[in-house]
């Protein structure tokens, strides 16, 4: 029995950013085709995903927020709050589809039936705010899910680890004062890459302090600095924290090939990296692992990494 399961629609392209935009409807079409014609598709439990209801957005977008991005796209706005979150008519919907799969996966997992997934959806969530659509972002897909695993579940403690090249600034808000759910990101130095937070100095605030972490790397960076992050903070920290649950922001606009960063990770680092988590999962979380496609923007590195991504879920 597959043990990963796997969120993919062409749906996921009906997102329309409009010409020249990075977040293209390309990127799901790369990933799709990619696992098809790589046979895992057919090895994972696939997950044929249904818009999310409403409410479950709640705990992390307030209702003003959301009907204003619904009533942007059903007067064709253009954009909402920046012009690089631009709408169509379908975005709403879509976006919903995203929050729809990612709990679709969360549940496959509480209920056993596979033990880890990865869900191939756009947009993309970690930049959202609670009132604002920021950096291609419009619902905050994996702050939802770790809300969802709480108030669905009763889970007492979630781990949402972020190697998006980006910091994850809307996930980093909705929990910096919330001790039950550890927020780490590693990411390009603040300093140099959009969206200007995430400086080591970010730990959390009131009874949090500690349960948000943040590792900023210097441009340039690449496996070798990365791997050490992972095995000298991240691992240890996550584990220490001992969560019920570890959901993945997997960006991979790290990738040495990505036009939007200066991180040069390879593709075998993303296998490398998930296989670690994975590993962490099977040692605190009972192998309960949900990832979510955040970032990635040159497409044959979109497609190399997610499927060795994949791989590693597989293997693990
Ligand atoms: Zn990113």
Redesign the pocket.
């Known amino acids: 029995m597959a043990h990963t399961g796997l969120v993919l629609s062409e749906r996921y392209e009906h997102h329309d950013t409009g010409p020249h935009h990075p977040e293209s409807a390309e990127r799901a079409r790369a990933i799709r085709l990619r696992m098809r014609e790589s046979g895992l598709a057919d090895a994972a439990l696939l997950i044929d995903p249904r818009p999310a209801d409403p409410s479950v957005i709640d705990p992390v977008h307030p209702p003003e927020y959301v009907s204003r991005f619904r009533h942007a796209c059903e007067v064709r706005a253009g954009f909402i709050d920046t012009p690089e979150c631009p709408v169509c008519d379908e975005t709403y919907e879509i976006a919903l589809l995203a929050v729809g799969g990612l709990l679709q996966a969360v549940d496959a997992v509480m209920e056993k039936r596979i033990r880890n997934a990865f869900c191939a959806v756009r947009p993309p969530g970690h930049h959202a705010e609670r009132r604002r659509a920021m950096g291609f972002c419009y619902l905050n897909n994996i702050a939802i899910a770790a809300e969802y695993l709480r108030s669905h579940y009763g889970l007492a403690r979630v781990a949402i680890v972020d190697f ?3 910091h994850g600034n809307g996930t980093q808000h909705q929990f910096e004062r919330d001790p039950n759910v550890f927020f780490c990101s590693i990411h390009q130095d603040p300093n140099t890459l959009y969206p200007g937070s995430g400086f080591d100095w970010e730990r959390g605030q009131g009874d949090a302090v500690g349960t948000t972490l943040n590792i900023p790397v210097a441009a340039g960076s690449g496996d070798a600095e990365y791997k050490r992050a992972f095995e000298e903070i991240i691992l240890p920290a996550v584990g220490d924290f001992t969560p019920e649950f570890v959901l993945v922001s997997a ?1 991979f ?1 790290g990738h040495r090939d990505d036009p ?1 960063a200066y991180i040069q990770l390879s593709t075998a680092c993303y296998h490398w990296m998930t296989y670690r988590l994975v590993e962490l999962s099977g040692e605190v979380a009972q192998h309960r692992l949900v990832s979510t496609l ?2 990635g923007y040159d497409l044959d590195a979109l497609a190399d990494s997610t499927q060795a991504h994949v791989e590693a879920l597989m293997t693990g």
């Open positions: 998006d090249v980006h960006g606009d939007l955040e970032g």
